[in-house]
């Protein structure tokens, strides 16, 4: 993380690394529509939602996307 200079580049990164267990990583970036909630399972993704133009909050309850994966 240390290497991205962008939110861009800090969302794909926190899409794809190997991770050691599943949970969830909620960001925000400094610029309009920087922001997003990833539901990790161990090697991918299970669910992303992020904030758009017509979509400005994402709210996350405890509602395992990852449940059904891992």
């Not at 240390?2 to 794909?12: I, L, Q, R, S, V």
């Not at 990790?40 to 395992?64: G, K, S």
């Amino acid at each position: 993380m240390t290497n991205c200079k962008d939110f861009d580049c800090a969302f794909e990164y926190m899409k794809t690394y190997p991770s050691l267990s599943p949970g969830y990583i909620i960001m925000a970036g400094v610029e309009k529509n920087e922001g997003a909630v990833i539901s990790r399972a161990r090697d991918a993704p299970a669910f992303i939602d992020v904030l758009t133009e017509d979509r400005w909050y994402i709210a996350q309850t405890n509602d395992d996307h990852f449940s059904n994966i891992c």
